[in-house]
């Protein structure tokens, strides 16, 4: 009788510690799901878009990017015409457009062009020197035409001072779409899930990004991206 009870008693307390193992599991699990594990709040609370917005933004082959979301564009004859790219545009919008006056010489990293809406507004650098040839006055007449940032919303047309040490500062091809796609993570950054009024059905974002992010202080978020 005593060696039946020694050879159970091991037995039962396998089970019995089998089973309190299993409850304090089950405990941990059961939070977990019901929120309490750190990586589920995050997935709740920011859903993951930045795959999305890396790779919301485009630009066509032959353009130069500057880093304030301008572009220039070497015509044949050695003009060079200047425009706002496409992340430029989602991230303002239809804004009014001021374009430099025909003669006026623009610099490299200074304000060239700006945007406004109602009492604020915006600038845009330009991307070389040079003497204003043209402007664009369909985009004057109509800003909606700036949702073509690549063809009939471009801006101005210049004769360059040094184009050839211009382009140094720029970025093309491969380089200009990591520059979008940065553009776009950093503005992932700021993204949150009240945000679902700036994104259309299908993920992509709507025109006016930046009055969507912080409609009091739309231009200074503008301003931020645009380094004007």
Same mark, same amino acid.
């Given at each position: 009788m005593?060696h039946d009870?020694?050879?159970?008693?091991?037995a039962?307390?396998?089970e019995?510690?089998?089973?309190?193992?299993?409850?304090?599991g089950? !405990?941990?699990?059961?939070?977990?799901?019901?929120?309490?594990? *750190?990586a589920?709040? $995050?997935?709740v609370r920011?859903?993951?878009?930045?795959?999305a917005?890396a790779?919301?933004?485009? $630009?066509?082959?032959?353009?130069l990017? &500057?880093?304030? &979301?301008?572009w220039?564009?070497?015509?044949?004859?050695?003009?060079?015409?200047?425009?706002?790219d496409?992340?430029? &545009?989602k991230?303002?919008?239809?804004?009014r457009?001021?374009?430099?006056?025909?003669g006026?010489?623009?610099?490299q990293?200074?304000? *060239?062009v700006?945007l406004t809406?109602g009492?604020?507004? !915006?600038?845009?650098? *330009?991307?070389v020197?040079g %003497?204003?040839l043209?402007?664009?006055?369909? !985009?004057l %007449?109509?800003?909606?035409?700036?949702?073509?940032p690549?063809g009939?919303?471009?801006?101005?047309?210049v004769?360059?001072?040094?184009f050839?040490?211009?382009?140094k500062?720029?970025f093309?091809?491969?380089?200009?779409?990591r520059?979008?796609s940065?553009?776009? %993570?950093?503005l *992932?950054a700021?993204?949150?899930? %009240?945000?679902?009024q700036?994104?259309?059905?299908?993920g992509a974002p709507?025109?006016g990004m930046?009055r969507?992010l912080?409609?009091?202080?739309?231009?200074?978020v503008a301003?931020?991206?645009?380094?004007?």
């Open positions: 005593t009870f020694l050879s159970v008693y091991p039962k307390l396998i019995y510690i089998t089973a309190v193992g299993y409850l304090v089950f !405990v941990f699990f059961w939070r977990y799901v019901q929120g309490g594990g *750190s589920f709040r $995050v997935a920011r859903p993951d878009w930045k795959p917005i790779g919301w933004f485009s $630009v066509p082959e032959g353009l990017l &500057h880093p304030g &979301h301008t220039a564009r070497l015509a044949g004859d050695g003009t060079v015409t200047v425009g706002l496409d992340f430029a &545009h991230l303002v919008g239809a804004a457009v001021k374009l430099p006056d025909l006026a010489l623009v610099m990293g200074a304000a *060239s700006q809406d009492a604020r507004g !915006v600038g845009l650098l *330009s991307p020197d %003497e204003v043209e402007v664009n006055r369909a !985009v %007449e109509d800003p909606a035409r700036l949702a073509d690549y009939g919303g471009w801006l101005y047309r004769r360059p001072a040094r050839g040490a211009n382009a500062q720029l093309a091809g491969r380089a200009a779409r520059l979008l940065q553009a776009g %993570e950093a *992932s700021r993204i949150n899930p %009240e945000l679902g700036a994104l259309a059905d299908g709507v025109a930046a969507e912080d409609p009091e202080r739309w231009d200074e301003r931020e991206f645009l380094l004007c």
